[in-house]
């Protein structure tokens, strides 16, 4: 949307089937949908994106191309001709590892050094540290530029009115923003909630988002002895219940800005979007320390993993998530529980990180973060030395 300002911008996506993004300049799909699991049907598709994009390529005659996800850096590399810019969303290292996962992390040698690939953008300076590591890279040829926010525009959505559940935010509402999936924890903060809930009747526990694991992480409410509420069911709404899975929003800041806390259960991170935003709504933030992201935002000075709980400059810290076969650590859940129920107890901790908090969010506003991005186009980048 920024860039289109000053620049003629086509936007190419591999398929139109969701579109709940706002975008300006022209939308090119390729009509390649690109959805399960499947390596051959995966391989398939990113053999017929890089054909269809080539031509493409060749018909348009682009000045830059700047490519997002691994799978997109992929197929523009086997496209051939072009000069690209890389952007590095997710910390593949820190991912569940499975056959697929490492044979990306393999690709991504191939990738990292393509003569097309002109610079690698990383929304994280632990992301650009962990690429510089394990593919050798010469540090001058990965830039770290954060992503940009409207923090305007997030001000003005979070204080619509929540026409439905608005009772619900008389309690104390602990509040995640994130998809359904196994990176963001959800079965770990659950763990948390239940054991949280014994002595503090009167907090709510809200969950946007939609994902692969919606289903199961409802069940585990369920199993929990959790009182839960699905927006996926016909359950009727009433304030009795103490999970609440309200799906996917296209206003998350409205709830986010109503909620006593927001919290980040993550065990990996590319930066952590959500956490900036409900800083810019005036909630305070509390996050896992995991790679990558959180601590970039939350405590800027910190340069080492926490080994307990951090109250930083801009909000709070948790260690990594410890893990043993499913299940959260009883000192992890133990040291959380007692955390979140100080901080709900402390009205001086929830107003310290409010005012601190916003004052955060304004160092990602949209005009900084753009000034950078201009000038890696304007400097025409062309190929340093990868290591």
Same mark, same amino acid.
């Given at each position: 949307?920024?860039?289109?300002?000053?620049?003629?911008?086509?936007?190419?996506?591999?398929?139109?089937?969701?579109?709940?993004?706002?975008?300006?300049? !022209?939308?090119?799909?390729?009509? &390649?949908?690109?959805?399960?699991?499947?390596?051959?049907?995966?391989?398939?598709?990113?053999?017929?994106?890089?054909?269809?994009?080539?031509?493409?390529?060749?018909? !348009?005659?682009?000045?830059?191309?700047?490519?997002?996800?691994? /799978?997109?850096?992929?197929?523009?590399? /086997?496209?051939?001709?072009?000069?690209?810019?890389?952007?590095?969303?997710?910390?593949?290292?820190?991912?569940?590892?499975?056959?697929?996962?490492?044979?990306?992390?393999?690709?991504?040698?191939?990738?990292?050094?393509?003569?097309?690939?002109?610079?690698?953008?990383?929304?994280?300076?632990? %992301?650009? +540290?962990?690429?510089? !590591?394990?593919?050798?890279?010469?540090?001058?040829?990965?830039?770290?530029?954060?992503?940009?926010?409207?923090?305007?525009?997030? *001000?003005?959505?979070?204080? @619509?009115? &929540?026409?439905?559940?608005?009772?619900?935010?008389?309690?104390?509402?602990?509040?995640?923003?994130?998809?359904?999936?196994?990176?963001?924890?959800?079965?770990?903060?659950?763990?948390?909630?239940?054991?949280?809930? @014994?002595?503090?009747?009167?907090?709510?526990?809200?969950?946007?988002?939609?994902?692969?694991? =919606? +289903? #199961?992480?409802?069940?585990?409410?369920? #199993?929990?002895?959790?009182?839960?509420?699905?927006?996926?069911?016909? +359950?009727?709404?009433? +304030?009795?219940?103490? &999970?609440?899975?309200?799906?996917?929003?296209?206003?998350?800041? *409205?709830?986010?800005?109503?909620?006593?806390?927001?919290?980040?259960?993550?065990? $990996?991170?590319?930066?952590?979007?959500? %956490? &900036?935003?409900?800083?810019?709504?005036?909630?305070?933030?509390?996050?896992?320390?995991?790679?990558?992201?959180?601590?970039?935002?939350?405590?800027?000075?910190?340069?080492?993993?926490?080994? !307990? %709980?951090?109250?930083?400059?801009?909000?709070?810290?948790?260690?990594?998530?410890?893990?043993?076969?499913?299940?959260?650590?009883? %000192?992890?859940?133990?040291?959380?529980?007692?955390?979140?129920?100080?901080?709900? @107890?402390?009205? *001086?901790?929830? #107003?310290?990180?409010?005012?601190?908090?916003?004052?955060?969010?304004?160092?990602?506003?949209?005009?900084?973060?753009? =000034?950078? $991005?201009?000038?890696?186009? @304007?400097?025409?980048?062309?190929?340093?030395?990868?290591?």
């Amino acid at each position: 949307q920024e860039l289109n300002k000053d620049y003629d911008v086509t936007l190419i996506v591999f398929d139109t089937f969701i579109v709940d993004y706002p975008y300006h300049g !022209e939308m090119i799909d390729l009509k &390649v949908p690109f959805y399960g699991r499947n390596i051959l049907k995966r391989f398939y598709a990113i053999i017929l994106i890089a054909f269809k994009l080539r031509k493409i390529k060749k018909r !348009e005659n682009f000045d830059l191309i700047i490519v997002h996800g691994e /799978l997109a850096n992929l197929s523009a590399v /086997l496209s051939g001709r072009g000069k690209h810019i890389v952007v590095i969303h997710e910390n593949r290292f820190a991912a569940v590892k499975d056959f697929q996962s490492t044979l990306f992390t393999t690709l991504g040698k191939t990738i990292y050094n393509a003569r097309n690939t002109a610079k690698l953008i990383t929304v994280s300076q632990g %992301i650009k +540290d962990r690429f510089v !590591e394990k593919y050798h890279l010469n540090s001058d040829y990965i830039k770290t530029i954060y992503n940009p926010y409207d923090i305007e525009q997030i *001000k003005t959505l979070s204080q @619509k009115k &929540v026409d439905d559940f608005n009772d619900l935010f008389n309690y104390d509402v602990l509040i995640s923003a994130a998809r359904l999936s196994e990176q963001k924890g959800h079965r770990y903060l659950l763990q948390i909630f239940q054991n949280l809930l @014994k002595n503090n009747a009167k907090v709510k526990l809200v969950l946007l988002g939609d994902g692969e694991l =919606k +289903d #199961e992480l409802i069940t585990l409410s369920k #199993e929990l002895g959790l009182k839960t509420y699905s927006v996926f069911s016909d +359950d009727e709404y009433h +304030d009795i219940y103490d &999970v609440y899975f309200i799906g996917f929003q296209k206003n998350p800041f *409205k709830y986010i800005a109503k909620s006593k806390l927001f919290i980040m259960s993550s065990l $990996w991170e590319g930066f952590g979007n959500t %956490i &900036v935003e409900s800083m810019a709504c005036g909630t305070p933030v509390i996050s896992t320390d995991c790679e990558s992201g959180p601590r970039e935002i939350i405590a800027p000075d910190l340069k080492n993993s926490i080994s !307990e %709980i951090t109250y930083a400059k801009y909000g709070i810290l948790a260690p990594a998530f410890k893990i043993k076969s499913g299940e959260l650590s009883k %000192i992890d859940i133990k040291v959380w529980v007692d955390t979140l129920d100080n901080i709900l @107890k402390n009205n *001086k901790i929830l #107003e310290n990180y409010t005012e601190s908090g916003v004052q955060r969010a304004k160092d990602f506003d949209m005009s900084s973060i753009m =000034k950078r $991005w201009q000038d890696i186009i @304007k400097g025409n980048p062309k190929n340093p030395s990868r290591s």
